[in-house]
């Protein structure tokens, strides 16, 4: 399934990880609060169910969400500590 980023399901799974993070990247040692992207921690391929929950979710700056590209799942465990 392609991810349609114009879902409200979407839209608002997103708006609700940003309100919980408190707008800022969430990566130790950045906060960075520009730039800032959800990023589902066990992925959107991968774990379907947990596609809108937010305790799949973690807010991302851009450059922190790029470091991570193809590495995912060796930040799960990481960003489920962070996140609880």
Request: hydrophobic share 25%; with cysteine.
């Amino acid at each position: 399934m392609k991810r349609n980023y114009d879902d409200p399901a979407y839209t608002e799974f997103r708006r609700q990880v940003l309100r919980r993070d408190g707008k800022k990247c969430m990566m130790p040692g950045c906060g960075a609060k520009r730039r800032l992207q959800v990023h589902h921690i066990k992925t959107w391929s991968s774990a379907s169910s947990l596609r809108y929950d937010i305790s799949n979710g973690i807010t991302l700056c851009y450059d922190c969400h790029k470091s991570i590209n193809g590495k995912e799942s060796h930040y799960e465990a990481l960003f489920q500590e962070i996140i609880t």
